[in-house]
């Protein structure tokens, strides 16, 4: 079993290029982790997601302990096996959906209890018993329960729930059960507050983590407080360990983030936007359902080799979210996964070529340019 490790490959300034390795095999960084919420990526085949250059899932362990339950998927095999994802595998902690999701939810330093949002039942989720459900998924990067301050917040506050996070940590990691070829990462917290997020980064970093992830960003403060939180934060993480920023994001704020040396990256935009009719490209974003399309016989993105590129026109695509056809999402589901991966492809080779400011600046002048003509 090989032991989970990450080997710096290449820098380019702050951005790195590396691979990490799992007990359930490789991912090489930068890299976009497919979405999994409750063991599916929503209207896609496992294989087509891997051919779009997708190498590590993400689940949502708050929806996997209400529904099958845990118990249940460790029962019928861990996590690949049940959802047939035979690559690396992350889980969140839990946390971020019990704040989002749940209701009547009641926060001690003990944990979060609350009422499911499908049947009402109630649960409990411990830093304890997220180790231990994350545990049965089988899950290879397993994440620490904290606390996902709310935006916008005090001073007073943040430091609070930051430290209160941190002590969680600690518990996670006392309760972590340590194999081979799995791991364990801390979330940095603190806010929109320079000091508070490296006083967590040392915090983390003295308790000792596979790697660490930026959390408690993408909630709202903007992309410019963004990008100086990461400022203010990836200094102040270890070089050697994978570094994470949760839930991040759209297309420019990916680019962003590793020009400031982040490795990894999750977000449900690519999935959501191509279910409601919104796709991705180089041109910036464009919404298949506007009647532009409806004749229009070119291609969604010419320079996409995705299905819905190649087989497809737009005004088909047009006309399968009008009428409300399955394929639709689907089609757009699969483009948008396919551009992510080739955006993650493109930042890892312009890193290694040490390349990365050159094509950032191509990336943004070709966004900023928006979708082509319309036709006459
Ligand atoms: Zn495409």
Redesign the pocket.
Known sequence: MPAFDFTLLSQDGAARRGRVMTAHGSFETPGFMATATAGTIKGMHPDAVRATGAELAICNTYHMMLRPTPERVAALGGLHKFMNWPGPILTDSGGFQVMSLAKLRQITEQGVTFRSHLDGSAHELTPERSMEIQHLLDSNITMCLDECTPHPATHEVAAASMRMSMRWAERCRQAFVKREGYALFGINQGSTYPNLREESAAALKQIGFDGYAVGGLAVGEGQEMMFRMLDATVPFLPEDKPRYLMGVGKPDDIVGGVLRGIDMFDCVMPTRSGRTGQAFTARGTVNIRNARHIEDKRP??AS?G?P??ANYSRAYLHHLFRAEEMLGPMLLTW?NL??YQTLMRDLRQATEQRNLQNFAAIFYEQQSRGDIEALA
Request: hydrophobic letters at 20%; glycine letters at 0%.
């Open positions: 969604l993105d996409c995705c819905a590129c483009h396919t551009y």
